[in-house]
Nanobody, 121 residues
Framework: VQLQASGGGLVQAGGSLRLSCAAS????????MGWFRQAPGKEREFVAV????????YYADSVKGRFTISRDNAKNTVYLQMNSLKPEDTAVYYC???????????????WGQGTQVTVSS
């Protein structure tokens, strides 16, 4: 599976962005899809995960209630809708695919190249 993230940019605090992650390959629907982020000088951290059927989602506490993960298996795409953005959300955002539902990085076998999100105060 090859992943291509897009949709990042510069936004003011309180604004919204929607990230997309397009996947190649016909087995996209079999994978759990996650979003992670990495701020300068910090480790890559979990943001959200969605099950293959989109029936289950899980979020980091820091984004719960503000971010929504979704997927369209017909389009081989996973999304991350980010609302009420804060300066501390500034990071490079990565999408990832794995065979196990969870928040740990080692569960994900495939990673996209990342898209920069910058939130100004």
């Amino acid at each position: 599976v090859q992943l291509q993230a897009s949709g990042g940019g510069l936004v003011q605090a309180g604004g919204s962005l929607r990230l997309s992650c397009a996947a190649s390959g016909r087995t996209f629907s079999r994978y759990y899809m996650g979003w992670f982020r990495q701020a300068p000088g910090k480790e890559r951290e979990f943001v959200a995960v969605i099950s293959w059927s989109a029936g289950n989602t899980y979020y980091a506490d820091s984004v719960k209630g503000r971010f929504t993960i979704s997927r369209d298996n017909a389009k081989n795409t996973v999304y991350l809708q980010m609302n009420s953005l804060k300066p501390e959300d500034t990071a490079v955002y990565y999408c990832a695919a794995g065979n196990t539902y969870g928040s740990a990085r080692h569960l994900y076998d495939y990673w996209g190249q990342g898209t920069q999100v910058t939130v100004s105060s």
